[in-house]
């Protein structure tokens, strides 16, 4: 009975104490670990190495969330949440140096606005101790940024401000476990990675809804996976474009309609317009007057050409010719024919002369003998 008194106490004085907060004059007040402050930031000797949460409340219009004057290094704080504020400007390292070095691990804007943004500057120092990054508010963030936050472990963006998701955005957060993106303003995604990232293991929380997306053969993808695990996680996606399908939800939209088939239209042929002579292929008639001039000249020139190479050809044949009929007037010239004929006449004397001496021989052998 004590103990429940005791519990009920102390929510009525938690609760006292941020009624107090909230509709108070600016202050800080700690109640416990948690430091709450109204209406201004905390002061440097108010963050106590007692303190492990840090609560801002209701800041001024365009706040400026300047870095404490002094550093204590022995500072221990491991969540910082702003809420119901529009701040305009955030210092490089604010959240860091407020703290306390590598101490951070939650940071939460609830219901924040304004044109502050969440980038490798403000996030500076974070990257190896902060686990849970969690945005409600018109606020921007640098994905660029967030992905350089190794221990980031939950990422939860509601109506931010946030610049397009890069590639490998999840390869280089291995410990994130919960990814949502709520009424964001981004248009795409890459859905295949963020499937597969899902499904690699079942225990990671994946929530995309509210959001209004470009309808084309990217998102089949999401049509294409077991309802019963993504129905509602992936969810209220409406069309965004193409124009045909603006403002119809993905859910309704068949295969077809996602991801048509291209088919190359084909357009009647259209004669062209009879142009002046001086309007041909847009020049004025100085420049047509050079181009016939040119012309003529090359026609000339490769009459002339064409020319010589047909009389060489003529000369060549003829040359030929005349070499033909020459050598056939030497063949059947008389110098030629008596060539022929004395060889002739000089075989048959000779062996008519060998026949009349063997005879004379005989002859006079028989005059001989008969001495």
């Known amino acids: 009975m004590d103990f429940r008194i005791s519990q009920q106490f102390r929510l009525f004085f938690f609760m006292l104490l941020l009624f107090c907060c909230v509709y108070g004059q600016p202050a800080c007040r700690l109640y416990k670990q948690i430091l709450m402050c109204q209406g201004q930031l905390p002061k440097p000797y108010e963050l106590t190495e007692d303190v492990a949460k840090v609560i801002i409340h209701r800041l001024p219009d365009d706040a400026w969330l300047s870095n404490p004057e002094e550093d204590f290094p022995d500072r221990n704080i491991e969540q910082i949440e702003i809420r119901s504020s529009k701040i305009g400007r955030i210092e490089e390292g604010f959240f860091n140096r407020l703290s306390g070095p590598n101490s951070l691990k939650k940071l939460a804007l609830q219901g924040v606005s304004g044109s502050a943004v969440l980038d490798a500057k403000t996030l500076d120092g974070l990257s190896s101790s902060l686990n849970e990054l969690r945005v409600v508010g018109k606020v921007g963030v640098d ?13 939860e ?13 999840l390869a280089s957060l291995p410990m994130l476990r919960v990814l949502e993106l709520v009424n964001s303003n981004l248009s795409t995604l890459p859905w295949s990675s963020l499937i597969q990232w899902a499904n690699e293991d079942r225990t990671r929380g994946l929530r995309i809804s509210n959001m209004v997306v470009d309808c084309d053969c990217g998102v089949l993808v999401l049509t294409e996976q077991d309802p019963t695990r993504f129905t509602n996680t992936i969810s209220q996606l409406t069309c965004g474009s193409p124009p045909e399908l603006k403002g119809r939800d993905l859910r309704e939209l068949t295969q077809a ?13 259209r004669p062209s317009p009879q142009k002046p002579p001086n309007e041909v292929r847009g020049e004025d008639p100085e420049t047509l007057d050079v181009m016939k001039g040119i012309r003529t000249e090359v026609i000339i020139a490769g009459a002339v050409v064409g020319a010589l190479i047909f009389a060489f050809a003529v000369f060549i044949i003829g040359y030929k010719i005349h070499l033909s009929r020459k050598d056939k007037r030497v063949r059947n010239g008389p110098m030629h024919q008596s060539k022929r004929y004395c060889h002739v006449v000089s075989d048959q004397p000779i062996q008519a002369y060998s026949k009349d001496v063997v005879h004379g021989n005989q002859i006079r052998n028989s005059h001989g003998s008969a001495v």
């Open 143 to 155: 994905l660029d940024a967030v992905r350089n936050l190794s221990a980031l472990t939950e990422l």
């Open 157 to 169: 963006l509601h109506n931010a401000n946030t610049s397009p998701m890069p590639k490998g955005f």
């Open 257 to 269: 309609e996602l991801c048509p088939p291209i088919e190359s239209p084909v357009e009647p042929v």
